[in-house]
């Protein structure tokens, strides 16, 4: 406590505690006390030492509210003019100017010789500063690393577009059969008929994959006709969701063909 | 190797946080550490030749550097940013302030003087946003400012004294110049400042 007091140094208060604690310690008899006294001196010769510091730069007489006011002077204050501001802590009466800082800031950057931050002209991928550093670390991981990182990224890649390919492929092959049953609503297809394709085996059993994804997505249907052949038709959108919901039967009907039969 | 630890650094350099030797040796030295010597100082060679930057060793026993400009200051428009021109410019105050008080203040007295330039600790400010922030952790970290708890202070207080960095890119007779002309006083008004910042050349 009291440590301002004692650190203004017009005042003897550290003195006169030093003088108490001495004639003090005289009635001393107890480890208890001895120690609290050995306290006290600690802290009285760090204050000490800070009084002993202020009086160094008091040497030289520097007078940090007048600097303050000649910085704001600086920085253009306008002392006439009185503005409404909401900073209620503040010296009401005087108006800062908004690019105050940068007056200082322009002043300042000739006092350092501070090294210009380092930025990519043409801008990193994301243009943030990390990037640039990650660019740098990867590279670092000889050969492995990167042909490592490379790979999961195509595979990704071949994922993506392989989805995207057969979701296409589908709605495509659901439309050519919905054309096909508006031109000739009565007639159905032979299931065959409309996944074959006489010049790749390949090709047909994508096609059969293909339609596999709109019987199950309950778009077309699957029915045997009097020669207990597969045919195929589209679900009207109105059919379809009654039948659902109620029937909710799927059969499974496996369909063997290899290269042979097909041929 | 060497043109890659120019580039490391130059990236490093740009949160003007410190860069250790580890992370060098680590990132881009690796099997080459025999040569790290060499390395570095044909990177330093590079640096000063191609942007008139310096590598300087700010701590010898934990090996930690910063760049710094070589050229001399042009005058004129800079074309840095303004949030960066706008924190040197808080930094020059706080560095005179503290050199002009004797090389070391109370976090306390600090903050007092900040508020005659309405920057206050507790409030958000248009142009600094969190000043305790900047100050005590921004500034410091990028060695500006070095904080140092005060013994025996409950609460604890701290003082602030110059940090490597500002030792290394200005100069106490820099400071003491720029308090000059604010106060429109010549710089040897001030004896006791103006006889260490000369010693300090």
Known sequence: ?263 | QVSELVQFLLVKDQKKIPIKRADMLKNIIREYRDAYSEIVKRADRTLQAVFGLQLVEIDTKRHIYILINNLPRPEGQHLCRDKEKEKMGLLLVILSFIFMKGNSVKDSALWEFLHLLRVYPGKQHSVFGDVRKLVTEEFVRQKYLETTAIPLTDPPEFKYQWGPRAEKETSKKDVLNFVAKMQSKDPTFWASQYSEAEANK
Not at chain 1, 62 to 91: H, P, Q, Y
Request: hydrophobic share 35%; charged share 30%; aromatic share 8%.
């Open chain 1, 1 to 263: 406590e009291n440590r301002e007091a004692m650190l203004n140094s017009k005042s003897n208060r550290l003195t006169e505690a030093l003088e108490e604690a001495n004639r003090l310690f005289d009635g001393v008899c107890r480890a208890r006390e001895a120690a609290l006294d050995a306290q006290f001196l600690v802290i009285a010769s760090n204050i000490g030492k800070e009084k002993a510091n202020e009086l160094h730069s008091e040497m030289s007489a520097f007078d940090s509210t007048a600097f303050a006011e000649d910085l704001l002077t600086f920085m253009g204050i306008n002392r006439t003019e009185v503005e409404e501001t909401d900073d209620s802590e503040d010296v009401p009466g005087a108006f800062l100017p908004s690019d105050a800082w940068r007056t200082m800031g322009e002043e300042a950057s000739k006092y350092f010789r501070r090294a210009p931050t380092f930025h990519y002209m043409m801008g990193s991928f994301k243009s943030e500063p990390p990037a640039p550093k990650q660019r740098i670390e990867r590279q670092k991981k000889a050969g492995r690393g990167k042909a490592e990182q490379a790979m999961p990224a195509q595979l990704k890649k071949m994922e993506e577009s392989h989805q995207e390919a057969t979701e296409k492929e589908v709605e495509r092959i659901l439309r050519i059969l919905q054309t096909h049953f508006e031109n000739d609503p009565n007639t159905p297809i032979s299931f065959f008929d409309f996944v074959m394709d006489p010049n790749s085996f390949a090709r047909t059993v994508e096609n059969v994959f293909h339609v596999s994804f709109l019987i199950r997505d309950g778009l077309a249907k699957i029915k045997l006709d009097e020669d207990e052949l597969p045919i195929i038709e589209p679900i009207k959108p109105s059919e379809g969701g009654e039948e659902d919901s109620r029937a909710g039967v799927r059969n499974q009907v496996v369909i063997s063909l290899d290269q042979r039969e097909w041929k």
